[in-house]
């Protein structure tokens, strides 16, 4: 199989093209190649949701003032452009958009999906990892896994389905990583129809 080229864009081409499309297009910059970024499939797409969700209700019960946002181009220091799935700054460091943001996030989410999981724990990762982000969730409805990754050098942290999701950054945030994954993927389905439980579940017995 022929392997995929990416053209090859300079940032302030591709900031020019996604300012005259009203950064719409959906294509990354990273590390100088284009790269076409798919929507989220249906799990995937509901993790993110559930997500969201949960980092909204709690930046409002602890009177949080940082910035949530979801899918957002981000500039990074080596000219990439990454939309992450979900972002968050901090309130002391307020980001500056000039189209995309100039600051780079203190949190970034990124959820797997076939078309992207390549990139989320490849290069993205190790970019996200030296530019200065604090703390990275890598999230894969497949596995029903949440990995935390950080730039200390510390382990990847792996929580699986029995697992409360937390965050250093995030003082009072806790999520059971069950509640991430509300839509069954087509493992599960593939699974439920051969008469096995999904990943995590227990068989339902009755009598």
Do not use: C
């Amino acid at each position: 199989m022929a392997s995929v080229v990416h053209p090859h864009v300079e940032p302030w081409e591709f900031d020019a093209l996604q300012f005259n499309a009203g950064w719409s297009m959906d294509v990354e910059l990273i590390a100088g190649e284009a790269v076409l970024v798919l929507p989220l499939g249906p799990p995937a797409s509901s993790a993110a949701g559930e997500l969201h969700a949960a980092l909204h209700r709690w930046q409002e019960k602890a009177g949080d003032r940082g910035l949530l946002m979801i899918e957002v181009f981000v500039a990074f220091p080596d000219g990439s452009r990454l939309g992450p799935d979900i972002a968050w700054w901090r309130a002391e460091r307020p980001p500056m958009s000039r189209g995309a943001m100039q600051t780079v996030p203190d949190l970034v989410v990124e959820v797997f999906s076939p078309s992207t999981r390549a990139n989320d724990e490849g290069v993205k990762r190790d970019l996200y990892m030296r530019s200065g982000v604090r703390e990275l969730w890598l999230v894969d409805p497949d596995g029903r896994t949440v990995t935390r990754v950080r730039p200390d050098g510390s382990p990847d942290e792996v929580l699986d389905d029995r697992s409360i999701l937390t965050s250093d950054l995030l003082e009072g945030f806790a999520m059971e990583v069950a509640d991430i994954f509300t839509l069954p993927t087509p493992a599960d389905e593939d699974s439920q129809q051969r008469g096995q439980s999904p990943v995590g579940q227990s068989p339902v017995r009755f009598g």
